[in-house]
């Protein structure tokens, strides 16, 4: 495994629900690092890029509603194989598919208002990170999940 970064988001519904604190505490307690973090309502534009590989699908306008129906919470987490981690993490795409103990099988029930975004693979983070921050919003620091006792 090596370090990587990954894109979360907490969609419009996690946000409206009150979900920002515990999803947060959950990238952090695994051990994780936040190296970014903005509350920010996208342009339906933006999402339209975020998601363009599923723009075919028909359920994309209804997806691109959705996510631009309120503020998301972005983020930028970063440790050892925090991609595929991250992913499960989340669980399944379909909330319905999610083991208790995942952040979907714990705090959704549709496939539709699935409360949280994780990229897929290293390239695809990449993609997405410089999508939704600036090079100047990735805060370098040094957390105590890198200090040598960790
Ligand atoms: P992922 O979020 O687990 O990576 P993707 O297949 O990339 O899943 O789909 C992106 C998002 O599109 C999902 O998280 C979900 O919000 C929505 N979505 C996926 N499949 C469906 C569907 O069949 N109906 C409605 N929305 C869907
Ligand atoms: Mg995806």
């Known amino acids: 495994m090596s370090t990587e970064r990954t894109?979360?988001?907490?969609?419009?519904?996690?946000?409206?629900?009150g979900l920002?604190?515990?999803?947060?505490?959950?990238?952090?307690?695994k051990g994780f690092k936040?190296?970014?973090?903005k509350l920010i309502h996208a342009s339906a534009d933006h999402l339209r890029q975020h998601y363009a590989?599923?723009?075919?699908?028909?359920?994309?306008?209804?997806?691109?509603?959705?996510?631009s129906s309120g503020p998301v919470v972005a983020?930028?987490?970063?440790?050892l194989g925090a991609v595929k981690t991250g992913r499960v993490m989340l669980g399944e795409t379909n909330p319905a598919d999610s083991k208790p103990?995942?952040?979907?099988?714990d705090y959704c029930i549709q496939i539709?208002?699935?409360?949280?975004?994780?990229?897929?693979?290293?390239?695809?983070?990449k993609e997405e990170i410089?999508?939704?921050?600036t090079p100047e919003e990735l805060v370098s620091y040094t957390s105590c999940a890198e200090s040598w006792i960790y």
Do not use: C
């Open 20 to 29: 920002i604190g515990e999803i947060i505490k959950r990238f952090e307690q």
């Open 101 to 105: 103990g995942t952040i979907r099988g």
């Open 53 to 67: 590989d599923l723009k075919e699908k028909p359920f994309f306008s209804g997806l691109i509603k959705y996510m």
């Open 7 to 17: 894109f979360i988001a907490i969609k419009p519904d996690g946000v409206q629900r």
């Open 130 to 133: 410089s999508l939704w921050f």
């Open 75 to 79: 983020m930028v987490w970063e440790g």
């Open 112 to 125: 539709d208002r699935n409360i949280i975004h994780g990229s897929d693979s290293v390239d695809s983070a």
């Open 34 to 37: 936040l190296v970014a973090m």
